[in-house]
C-alpha cells in the first residue's frame, strides 16, 4: 500500500538523516529509486526545486514525492514520517536523556556515522556528476555538452569567491545553470 | 497574544523566510527566540545547535522542537514544529501539482537539463565543505574513504545495498573498536 510504503520509507530518512541538509539526498535517492516512485532525473529536478524554495530540503522532498505518489494524504503522511524521528529524538534527549549524547558509547556510534555520511555524500555527488557526463555503466556514452557545462559551471561556484571574494549561492549557481541551460540546450 | 499562537506563528515566519534551509535558518532563529521573545538564552541556543549536530533531522525542526518544548510542553513542541515544517509544505504542495506540465514547456526543460548539472556541484560543495571542517585523523579519514568507495560502486553497479547498511556498518565498526579497545586505548580510539 502506498501509504505505508510511503511511511515507513520517509520514516527511515528521518531517522537515519545525519549531516545537515545535504546528508539526506542520498538517502532519500536510495529510497525513492528503490520503490520506483520517480527517475534519477526527476530526483535532480525537485533538488533543485526543494533549494530555491524556503523550508529544510528534507521536508521539500518529502512533500514532493509524497505528493506526486499519493497526492495530499500522500504529502501529509510522508512530511510527518520524515519530522516524526527528529522530533520525538529531541523530546527523549530533553526529558529523559540529557546526558545520552554524552555517553561513550553513543559517542563512538557517532564517530563511526559522522565520516561515513561525509563519504556517502561525496559518492553521491561525482556519481551525479559522472552520470550526466558519461551516461551509465551499461550504456556508456560521453555528452560533450554536459562536460563542458560541468566545467565551466564548477569553475564559476567554486572560482568566484576566489576572485570576486564573494560566493556564489547555491540558489545563485541554480538561477544561472537554468539560464544556461536554455541557451545551449534550446540551441542544440 | 497566549504562547501556543505566538510559538506557531513565529516559527510559520522563520519557516517561510529561510531559503536553504540549515545554517542559513539558525540565525533568524536565533534572532527571534533568543533577542526578540527571550524564550532562550543564548548558550540554550548554542546547546541546541550541538544537539541538532549528533541527531537526525534538519536543524531548524530540531530547534523549533526544543524551544517549543521549554516553553509549553508538548503542546508546545507540536505547535512550533507544526509551524516551521507547515508553510515550505503549502508551496512544495502546490508546485508539486504544475511541475509536469511545466515540464512539457520546451524551455523550462532546458532550464531543468541545465539545473541537472548544478545539482551535483552543489552536492560536491556540501561534501567538500564537511571534509574540510572534519577532523584529520586517521580513523574518521579511514571510515570517510571506505564509505565513499562502497558507495560509489553501490551506485556505478546500481548494487542493491542501501546508504543506512554502510551507516550501520560504520557505526558498529566505531563501536566494536572502541569497545575493544578499553578504558586503556580510550583515548586513541577517539581521535
Known amino acids: ?188 | 497574544m497566549s504562547i501556543l499562537p505566538d510559538l506557531f506563528l513565529t516559527f510559520a515566519k522563520i519557516g517561510l523566510f529561510t531559503f536553504g534551509g540549515g545554517y542559513a535558518m539558525i540565525a533568524l532563529i536565533e534572532d527571534a527566540c533568543v533577542e526578540k521573545k527571550r524564550w532562550i538564552t543564548h548558550d540554550e541556543m548554542m546547546d541546541v545547535t550541538v544537539i541538532a549536530e549528533s541527531t537526525p533531522g534538519p536543524i531548524a525542526i530540531n530547534c523549533a522542537t526544543y524551544v517549543g518544548f521549554k516553553q509549553k510542553g508538548y503542546a508546545g513542541a507540536a505547535a512550533a514544529t507544526v509551524g516551521i515544517v507547515l508553510p515550505s509544505f503549502c508551496i512544495i504542495f502546490m508546485i508539486s501539482r504544475f511541475l509536469d506540465n511545466f515540464l512539457e514547456i520546451a524551455w523550462i526543460a532546458h532550464a531543468f537539463q541545465g539545473i541537472r548539472i548544478a545539482v551535483g556541484i552543489l552536492i560536491l560543495d556540501a561534501a567538500v565543505k564537511m571534509i574540510r571542517k572534519m577532523q584529520k585523523r586517521p580513523f574518521p579519514l579511514a571510515v570517510m574513504t571506505a564509505s565513499f568507495i562502497a558507495m560509489l560502486l553501490v551506485d556505478i553497479f546500481a548494487l542493491r545495498i542501501s546508504s543506512i547498511t554502510l551507516m550501520l556498518a560504520a557505526a558498529a565498526v566505531s563501536l566494536a573498536l572502541y569497545i575493544a579497545k578499553g578504558s586503556g586505548g580510550r583515548e586513541a580510539a577517539g581521535k
Open chain 1, 1 to 188: 500500500m502506498i501509504y505505508l510504503d510511503l511511511m515507513i520509507g520517509f520514516l527511515k530518512v528521518g531517522l537515519f538523516a545525519f549531516g545537515g541538509a545535504y546528508g539526506a539526498i542520498p538517502l532519500i535517492r536510495d529510497v525513492v529509486l528503490s520503490y520506483g516512485w520517480i527517475s534519477d532525473e526527476m530526483l535532480t529536478y525537485m533538488i533543485a526545486v526543494s533549494e530555491s524554495t524556503p523550508g529544510p530540503i528534507m521536508v521539500n522532498m518529502a512533500t514532493y514525492v509524497g505528493s506526486s505518489q499519493a497526492g495530499f494524504a500522500g504529502a501529509l503522511i510522508a512530511t510527518a514520517a520524515v519530522v516524526l524521528p527528529s522530533f520525538v529524538i529531541i523530546l527523549l534527549i530533553m526529558i529523559l536523556l540529557k546526558r545520552l549524547l554524552k555517553d561513550p558509547y553513543v559517542q563512538a556510534v557517532l564517530r563511526g556515522l559522522k565520516p561515513c555520511i561525509i563519504g556517502i555524500i561525496l559518492a553521491t555527488g561525482i556519481f551525479m556528476i559522472l552520470q550526466r557526463c558519461i551516461g551509465s555503466f551499461s550504456g556508456i556514452s560521453v555528452d560533450p555538452t554536459a562536460v563542458i557545462m560541468t566545467a565551466v559551471l564548477a569553475a564559476v561556484y567554486f572560482g568566484l569567491p576566489k576572485i570576486a571574494k564573494r560566493a556564489l549561492s547555491p540558489i545563485g549557481l541554480i538561477g544561472i545553470s537554468a539560464a544556461a541551460g536554455i541557451i545551449v540546450y534550446g540551441l542544440i
